[in-house]
């Protein structure tokens, strides 16, 4: 079954950066786009960025345009999301997701000073 393994969360001070890493097994990972989403004490749970998985085209939520970055290697299975500038509204639970199957555990992310 779908497997993802969420993990490099973190205490961080504001601005500065963390890089989340997601581990897939159980499908065919080269071939679905893949996403980040977060989800704070209170609110739903957002999308924050996706990539397709051939093209490598990508898509983030406005409030961390310029900041984040997401990447893939198809090779090892994985996601990334490099953060950058972080601020305490990012604080959150990170996932990332297939579209398919089940979500992750997620890792933790807390900006703070």
């Known amino acids: 079954q779908v497997q993802l393994v969420e993990s490099g969360g973190g205490l961080v001070q504001p601005g500065g950066s963390l890089r989340l890493s997601c581990v897939a097994a159980?499908?065919?990972?080269?071939?679905?786009?893949m996403s980040w989403y977060r989800q704070s004490p209170g609110k739903e749970r957002e999308l924050v960025a996706s990539?397709?998985?051939?093209?490598?085209?990508?898509n983030y939520a406005d409030s961390v345009k310029g900041r984040f970055t997401i990447s893939r290697d198809n090779a090892k299975n994985t996601v990334y999301l490099q953060m950058n500038r972080l601020k305490p509204e990012d604080t959150a639970v990170y996932y990332c997701y297939s579209g398919i199957g089940s979500w992750g555990k997620g890792t933790q992310v807390t900006v703070s000073s």
């Open positions: 159980g499908f065919i990972f080269r071939i679905y786009r």
């Open positions: 990539i397709d998985s051939t093209s490598g085209n990508t």
